[in-house]
């Protein structure tokens, strides 16, 4: 066989590929030397290629031994391409409207053949860019967080099936160690990859890196990130790996998946989404002040969470008679109590989301990965005020949290920057 | 070969065995013939075997598929001897002095051969329940749970070989389930296994079960319990698994050992002391009303903890620069920082020690496996008498542990129950 053992394909081997695979040649259907094949890979790790055949289309992703956007002086496992296609599976599962299908994985190829998320569907990212309003936005997201996290949470699960999935993602290790660098390392010391808006937040970036306090919030929240295999988190769930259209959201590119804290999940979201938001008035030209758009933002930013909330609570609600060993039914076996638990269940992961997400904005601001919203921005001391209102919230939130007490009180911090 | 597939043994066909283990026969030397066996296992799951040869001397520890004091009615993996040897070694490593050397493991047998910790080796809550003082106890227990904590906490080791040993502990699943049951939910609710000094704690038992303020905080703590992997725990470090003298403290049956909070061990040490404590007035008689005792009981646990706590902060302080990757050099960087983080790593440390320990306390008094400090007062309204001041300590310190900052704080809280 032609792919008995790993190797790097491109557009022309990669038609030697699906002819050799009956599960992708029948999906394209016709004659398969007529396909149309795009690479198209805009992230940051790996290879996408779109398929177009005759009578259907797939998107394959590949997976290199390094990371591509640094090069093969990185090396990072092409391992990891099996773990985004255990949990593009496992998600799919919970939430087959969010999640793209997998039609096959090739753990030698490292590949992952899946939907092709056909246009007008974008990266979120770029429609957040665009001043684009995705109206059922919040409620889709809601919905692929709510269930994902649930159903792979010990609320819904046995310790036994829980500690058998943790045991298989901690084979995701080197992924979860790139994480542990960027998001909650390299920001806060000299590191030849951070970089910033200079000379602007040379000053900023500096005070990151002596901010004691900064220093300690950190690492408890690595330390939870490290220790703590609450669900089966995506891992890298900003909004890049969202792809969009006015009705649909589909959630890509687990490759980071593990079992970790939730609030990690919620918190890239929702620090990314406030990352667009500081980023608008950089984007702000003539008429269009980008002012409403602004407020759609924090209207989605707050529905996510209360929407969250609510189905997450339903899903609990639901299954509180089930095989989930976290509540037996037996001790939380009256209402009064089951609202007490849930209260504080939320009020904790609201300060875990809110952590999480604001060590995922410093770290766009002052680390090694930017984001398109603030990159974007050509002018460098118009960029560089955005950035200071985004760092100066999420310094302070990170240290703060504990005292918010809803979603509403943080997007009253949030426009309260100035 | 006899022994190619699992049997359990007896004083009999032990000595086939010994025999046929060329590491056990030349520990023993001489006569083969001549050995004396005794089954001592006065613990509640496994057998345990004294051989004594010409020249030296031996202990097995063999595990059954069930549970021995209940029975083959209920089945537990024989695996946990794996795991037992596993953290045996690995303990052992960290803190040799106070943890007995593995001779021998034979996976398929469930099998460990250890060293003898010969008279006058007593089990230490035999000590406690006598009254006999062991000077150096605080000592070397901190010892161990320093070292051994210490040593396999991420403070340490890399994320790589963090979640490789995660993952291994993974599989000692079953145990970690039997926990979750006798400790964290059978107290909780009604459970056939449930027992109390009856009637005199009946209005007690119903109370815990009723107590909506202790099921959210026990709550959190299972959830800790299941999720957290921070160190290479014991898990079920109380004063029936350690044995002492004088001047020497031994640790022995690790066969809970998992990847959880270091709370659970250091709780249920210092849980199990003050259980100890509240039991000597049922074990007063005349002249000897304990008096003493009890003082030395509290001194002890003070000292466990400060004695822990400086040892821990002496290894973190000697390794900062090492590999060890939760707290990295470049960020942690000066010594009012590192201050700051310990002062916040050991408040978060007290809070779950207090809150575990007090759990397993309440365990002790409604739930299956009760203390013989407790049960070897035979007048039953005076151990009553005993468990409900232990009872109201462990479910105030429970609901209140986040208001303690010093142990020197519980200690006066248990001094002052009435
Ligand atoms: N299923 C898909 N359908 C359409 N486009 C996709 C699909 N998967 C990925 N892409 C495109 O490829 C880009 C990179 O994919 P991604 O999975 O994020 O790779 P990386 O891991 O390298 O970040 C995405 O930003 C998107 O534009
Ligand atoms: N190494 C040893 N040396 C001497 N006695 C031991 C040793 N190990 C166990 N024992 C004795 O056997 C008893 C049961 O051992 P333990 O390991 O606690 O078994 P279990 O897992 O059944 O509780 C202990 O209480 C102690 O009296
Ligand atoms: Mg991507
Ligand atoms: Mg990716
Ligand atoms: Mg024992
Ligand atoms: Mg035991
Ligand atoms: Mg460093």
Redesign the interface.
């Known amino acids: 066989m032609a792919f008995s053992e790993f190797r790097p394909l491109d557009e022309k081997t990669l038609v030697d590929y699906v002819k050799a695979v009956p599960a992708l040649s029948s999906k394209l259907g016709g004659n398969l030397d007529d396909l149309t094949i795009k690479e198209v890979g805009d992230g940051n790790l790996n290879f996408v290629y779109i398929v177009i055949g005759s009578s259907g289309s797939l998107v394959i992703k590949q997976a290199l031994p390094y990371i591509r956007c640094i090069g093969e002086s990185w090396p990072m496992t092409k391992e990891r391409a099996y773990f985004e296609a255990v949990t593009l599976k496992e998600h799919g599962r919970w939430c087959p409207n969010n999640v793209p299908e997998v039609f096959h994985f090739d753990r030698t190829m490292s590949l992952i053949a899946m939907r092709y998320l056909e246009p007008p569907h974008i990266i979120l990212r770029k429609g957040l860019i665009a001043g684009v309003e995705y109206p059922l936005l919040a409620e889709h997201i809601s919905d692929y967080m709510a269930n994902t996290l649930f159903y792979t949470s ?1 609320i819904y699960r046995s ?2 099936e ?3 999935a ?3 993602f ?2 995701n ?1 080197e992924l ?2 790139l994480t ?1 660098q960027v998001v909650f ?1 390299d920001p ?3 590191s030849e990859y951070n970089h910033w808006t200079s000379p602007y937040l040379d000053e900023d970036a500096e005070a990151v890196r002596n901010d ?1 306090g900064l ?2 919030e950190i ?2 929240l ?2 939870k990130f ?5 669900a089966l988190i995506h891992g890298d769930l900003h909004t890049g790996s969202v792809m969009v259209t006015h009705d649909s959201t589909q959630v890509i590119d687990p490759e980071f998946a593990f079992y970790g804290p939730m609030g990690f999940d919620i918190g890239a979201f929702l620090g990314n989404l406030i990352l667009a938001y500081f980023a608008q008035d950089g984007h702000a030209v003539g008429e269009n002040d980008r002012k409403n758009y602004k407020e759609w933002i924090l209207k989605t930013i707050e529905d996510t969470w209360n929407l969250f909330r609510k189905k997450f609570t339903a899903l609990w609600d639901k299954h509180k008679d089930g095989s989930g ?4 039914p ?5 209402p ?2 089951q609202l ?2 849930q209260k ?1 269940y939320f009020e ?1 992961l609201l300060h875990d989301t809110v952590g999480f997400g604001s060590a995922k904005m410093i770290r766009r601001i002052v680390g090694v990965a930017h984001v398109e919203d603030l990159e974007s921005i050509a002018d460098p001391s118009k960029r560089a005020t955005c950035e200071k209102r985004a760092l100066y919230l999420a310094k302070m939130l990170l240290k703060e949290r504990r005292k918010f007490h809803d979603i509403s009180e943080i997007v009253s911090a949030v426009r309260n920057v100035q």
């Open positions: 010990l310790t036994t829980h500690k058998k943790v045991a298989e901690c084979g290790v979860c160690r542990e390392s806060y010391k000299v004691d220093k300690v690492a408890e690595k330390s490290c220790e703590r295999s609450q060993e976290a509540y037996l037996a001790i939380y076996n009256n009064e109590l007490l638990v504080k904790d």
